[in-house]
């Protein structure tokens, strides 16, 4: 008997990241209408969606969002989904100052709150890019499970803190003998924290959008759809049990053509038996009771003396 739990996550960027060029450059208005489209008709077509096959998401929501489009984020909260943070402004983490770095965890943890989201949060990083210290940061923030490290495909683990990466990327040639690098990794120390794993193989944007997002935006759903459904086949029969974390946007799954790849693959993932749907921080618990198997990343590097 196949254990698989299958879930929506979404990055709910809206202008975020674009009103927010991150080089003192202006925002372009074109962008920022795409990302109110996203936010408003986006958010809405999916939420139908989910409503028709019964999904509960997980909504990653820049605190931006939050403040920009309050009435539908109630909209969210009232059907029941996951919400979780995102940054402020979709800020890329490995850019930010320590200080920057907890002011945004502090700010954006404080607006969900007063939005009425209620309990402990997951957290996605923005662009998938996070500091050495982040790790630390998520565990003091008391954050309950981390959607960005890519240490495995299909199955949840504990997150390990980053300072095993740093010793590797600190020396110039010109500064040292060639002594001084040639050492192995360090082992990974396993901090408290859970990572639900991102993929960017498992996601609309590289795809699907326009001039950003290392495709011209231009690709046939149809190619997405068959890509999800190879890594899918793959993992069904090679595990027993499982986790198929999907990640999109509104702005780019909120389109006509791609919320018709979404139909198809929640119809034809409903046909596998063991099939789950739930949210990621659904996920998170099951693997803390035992209930899924996971990874361990010490052992598998076999590092854990
Ligand atoms: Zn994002």
């Known amino acids: 008997m196949k254990k698989v739990l299958v879930g929506y996550g979404i990055d709910l960027d809206a202008v975020a990241g674009w009103i927010d060029t991150k080089d003192g450059s202006p925002a372009d208005p ?18 139908k969606l989910f ?60 607006v ?42 299909c199955m949840l683990y504990r997150t390990p803190y980053s300072s095993y990466v740093a010793k590797s990327t600190t020396y110039k040639y010109e500064d040292c003998l060639a002594a001084d690098w040639m050492t192995p990794m360090a082992v990974p120390e396993l901090s408290s924290l859970v990572t639900v794993p991102a993929n960017w193989h498992l996601d609309d944007w590289p795809p699907f959008a326009a001039g950003d997002g290392g495709s011209d935006g231009f690709v046939d759903p149809h190619v997405l759809e068959r890509m999800w459904k190879d890594h899918f086949e793959y993992c069904y029969a090679e595990y027993d049990e499982f986790v198929f974390p999907l990640s999109i946007h509104p702005q780019i799954s909120g389109k006509p053509q791609v919320l018709q790849m979404h139909r198809r693959i929640i119809e034809w993932l409903n046909q596998f038996e063991g099939v789950e749907w739930c949210t990621f921080g659904e996920m998170v618990d099951r693997f803390q009771k035992g209930q899924i198997q996971g990874f361990d990343v010490r052992k598998a590097m076999g590092r854990h003396a």
């Open 30 to 47: 074109v962008e920022i209408s795409r990302g109110i489209f996203g936010a408003t008709i986006g958010v809405d077509r999916l939420l």
């Open 112 to 153: 969900l709150s007063t939005l009425g989201v209620k309990g402990r949060l997951g957290w996605t990083a923005p662009a998938w890019t996070t500091s050495m210290r982040t790790v630390h940061l998520l565990e003091e923030f008391d954050i309950a499970y981390d959607h960005s490290f890519m240490h495995h495909d």
């Open 51 to 110: 409503a028709k096959y019964g999904i509960k998401a997980s909504w990653y929501v820049p605190a931006h969002t939050a403040e920009t489009f309050p009435s539908q984020m109630l909209k969210i909260l009232d059907d029941k989904h996951e919400i979780g943070l995102h940054g402020y402004s979709h800020e890329y983490v490995s850019q930010l100052s320590e200080q920057q770095e907890r002011d945004v965890l502090a700010k954006s943890i404080a």
